[in-house]
């Protein structure tokens, strides 16, 4: 086919528009680059085609942080929910997580709107077959039908569709997700560049219709009554009142006959799925067999839209054979007459070895060259979003010949996943988890802002409005906690019966208020009851941060202290072409680790798979004296 050049040439190139493909192309066409974004179908741009539904832990707290930052995701759900609730309440602010269920067509619409009306961004469809190399610099890309665009910095976000493979029982098919278009092409050139890729695998449920469920059979799951929100941009005045509920039902001994009287059918363990699959999510056939002792396991009905019948039967992914997966729901106690809408579905596709890339998410070999997403091994569409922020900030930066922006692991979850990813690779789908953070009490919901809304004033991608009611909230902030570290409440009637009611001593002398909320049973709303005069009513979000703050003053200093190690350790550089060939005494493993990764700092090397402390020893005194360093030294 005879190549023709595009008539304009751009900053910045986004290939792909799911979850990554959005927040990469807002942000760089935020930051005053021209951008142009390029996907295979506009009707799918931001699809949900597994859980409806956004947040969740660890995941919640990223889209706070994209929100922080100045990303999308979390203006568009809260426009587009169906439902929304706060996990983990009973437990600390560490691991509360916020969760919504998505009207998905809705936020589908409100992100192609988001899309095609903000400025110096071109939306247009089209399938990327080939990039734009001359001496390892990338500067655009070809599509199917031979338009050549050129860019300053690509990004790919290219998702499931790279090669990607449905397999649903014995049928096996070329496919994107929810049998939209594969990218095939594109993947074959990413090879010829020298890049590694790996095929993964993921899976989705069947969708059955709402009036064929007997709700009355399963455990209602209701959103909150108390106003959330994702975006600091949302008023909790737009909390929505009428929200639809999630039901919960349970596999049985049934269920679980007629899956093992099919596993010769079981593309999972035929054979026929070569592709690793997510560890945190896997299909039901891989619970039944892995936790044989298990007599149940949950299943979630979860409403995919106001306007559609379709529910998605969540933790029921599957790829047995379409008329298996029809028995497997009807043993279900509420689904006995459920009609099928959709199968479920397992995808194969291929991922770039993530080792492959700097921790701007730029490739290691190939300049100007970006990619984000699902393509990065990751799996959800937050994990998706977050690096999507990232490649498009550090491709718009590219673009202005600046240097890039890097979250550590002590300031965001994104920082966390994507240090992970280029520093120790992944072998399987990759699922942020609170317990990947060695910091997550300062990771945490509620203060996504205070972490990171500098950061995308300075980008340009916080306005100035906005900018200063961030200032303004932590003003109040620190002088209430101020105000409270310098108030005493007395021992009078009213806080003495108060601690006696809750079996506790009474006063008998004045305690600082600051000192006072800090006892577990008390909250800031009962604090300053007892304090005179009353003080002036500070907004939620305000008295939230002064609660966590004094209540988790010891453990927050604590984590401070380790903080401040770690950056130690960071600001310890590597020189870029170190050659550990040179460095005497490396053990074997470290060496070859060492020359994979290419780590940028002392800190990042440290948390190299293989590298020990002694190999960091070797490497610090070789580095300080610019020489071998000898054994004895």
């Known amino acids: 086919m005879k190549e023709y050049e595009a008539a304009k040439k751009y900053d910045v190139i986004v290939v792909g528009a799911g979850h990554a493909g959005c927040e990469a192309a807002l942000a760089a066409a935020r930051m005053g680059q021209e951008t142009l974004l390029l996907t295979l179908n506009l009707d799918m741009i931001a699809f949900m085609p597994c859980n409806p539904s956004i947040g969740g832990p660890a995941k919640g707290v990223v889209v706070r942080e994209i929100d922080a930052l100045g990303g999308q995701m979390g203006r568009a759900i809260d426009a587009t929910y169906l439902q929304m609730r706060m996990l983990n309440t009973g437990k600390g602010p560490a691991v509360r997580a916020l969760r919504a269920q998505a009207d998905k067509n809705e936020y589908h619409e409100h992100m192609k709107e988001t899309l095609e009306t903000t400025p110096h961004l071109t939306l247009r469809q089209g399938l990327v077959d080939r990039l734009l190399v001359k001496d390892q610099i990338c ?44 990218s095939i092409k594109l993947s074959e050139d990413l090879e010829r560049h020298g890049l590694k890729l790996q095929r993964f695998k993921t899976g989705t449920p069947p969708r059955v219709a709402k009036n064929s469920v007997d709700f009355s059979q399963m455990e209602e799951q209701p959103g909150d009554k108390t106003p959330r929100s994702f975006s ?20 049985n001994e049934q269920t679980h006959q007629i899956i093992r009287d099919n596993l010769d059918r079981a593309p999972m363990f035929s054979g026929v799925i070569e592709g690793v699959g997510p560890r945190y999510c896997p299909s039901i056939e891989d619970k039944v067999v892995r936790f044989a002792d298990k007599p149940r396991h949950q299943i979630f009905m979860e409403p995919e839209g106001r306007t559609t019948q379709e529910y998605y039967v969540g933790d029921f992914s599957t790829s047995m054979p379409e008329e298996v997966q029809q028995k497997m729901l009807r043993s279900v106690a509420g689904l006995e007459h459920a009609r099928m809408m959709r199968p479920g ?43 999507g922020l990232m490649a498009g900030i550090n491709a718009a930066l590219d673009a202005q010949n600046k240097a890039p922006l890097i979250l550590g692991r002590n ?20 699922r942020l988890l609170t317990s990947r953070a060695e910091y997550r009490l300062i990771l945490r919901h509620d203060n996504a802002d205070e972490r990171l809304s500098e950061k995308g004033y300075q980008l340009g991608l916080i306005s100035e409005a906005r900018h200063q009611a961030f200032v303004k909230k932590y003003q109040q902030v620190a002088a209430e906690i101020t105000r409270l570290q310098q108030t005493r409440i007395k021992p009078h009637e009213a806080v003495n019966q108060f601690l006696v009611d809750l ?14 909320l800090k006892r577990p049973e008390v909250n800031y709303e009962t604090a300053v009851r007892f304090i005179e005069p009353a003080p002036e009513e500070l907004a939620p979000e305000v008295t939230e941060q002064v609660e966590i703050s004094l209540k988790y003053a010891g453990y927050i200093k604590k984590e401070e202290a380790q903080i401040a190690h770690l950056q130690k350790l960071e600001a310890k550089k590597i020189p870029e072409n170190l050659d550990y060939d040179d460095v005497y005494g490396l053990a074997t493993e470290a060496r070859q680790k ?25 490497l610090m005194v070789y580095i300080q004296r610019g020489r071998i360093a000898k054994v004895d030294e």
């Open 139 to 182: 500067y655009g890309v070809v599509t199917s039908t031979g338009a050549r665009y050129q860019a300053q910095s690509v990004v790919l976000t290219a998702g499931t569709s790279s090669r990607g493979k449905i397999i649903i029982g014995e049928l096996m098919y070329s496919s994107g997700p929810n049998n939209s278009l594969p």
């Open 232 to 251: 600091y941009l949302t008023p909790r005045s737009a909390y929505l009142k009428d929200q639809i509920s999630c039901w919960m039902t349970y596999t």
């Open 345 to 387: 579905y397992a995808i194969e596709y291929d991922i770039v070895e993530p080792w492959q890339l700097k921790q701007s998410l730029e490739t290691k070999t190939i300049k100007h060259l970006y990619t984000a997403g699902q393509m990065n091994g990751t799996s959800g569409y937050e994990e998706a979003a977050g690096q």
């Open 411 to 430: 300031e965001a979850y994104i920082g966390v996943m994507i240090d992970d990813l280029v520093t120790k690779g992944t072998n399987e789908p990759y």
């Open 503 to 516: 079996g506790m001593k009474p006063l008998k002398d004045g305690v600082l208020a600051s000192d006072f």
């Open 594 to 618: 060492l020359q994979q990764i290419n780590p940028t700092t002392i800190a990042q090397a440290g948390r190299i798979s293989g590298v020990n402390p002694a190999d960091l020893s070797i």
